[in-house]
Nanobody, 125 residues
């Protein structure tokens, strides 16, 4: 079992930055692929970014956040981060951290076994 807790959400003006954190506890963290997803009101949960560790980090991003968001992980602290820069109002959503026991980078929600409770990010125009 893996327990995930997100933090770092909040209200920010367009063009601003936020850093989300996801602290993991339970099974060995380094073997899991970790992902960030988001869900806006009335919309389906969508992929944002993912990272895996196999001697070096491999990452993947949704086209909508490429060049603005950066995912990283600290295997010693069992934490994954999402640095969000140049935020836009359309980035407003609840952001969720997820863990995939397969260790493989995936963009589908069904590929992830564990989820956090989510943290709200609101970007004002």
């Amino acid at each position: 079992q893996v327990h995930l807790v997100e933090s770092g959400g909040g209200l920010v003006q367009a063009g601003g930055s936020l850093r989300l954190s996801c602290a993991a506890s339970g099974r060995p963290f380094s073997s899991y692929a970790m992902g960030w997803f988001r869900q806006a009101p009335g919309k389906e949960r969508e992929f944002v970014a993912a990272i895996r560790w196999s001697g070096g980090s491999t990452t993947a991003y949704a086209d909508s956040v490429k060049g603005r968001f950066t995912i990283s992980r600290d295997n010693v602290k069992n934490t994954v981060y999402l640095q969000m820069n140049s935020l836009k109002p359309e980035d407003t959503a609840v952001y969720y951290c997820a863990a995939a026991s397969s260790g493989v980078l995936r963009t589908r929600t069904s590929s992830y076994d564990y989820w956090g409770q989510g943290t709200q990010v609101t970007v004002s125009s």
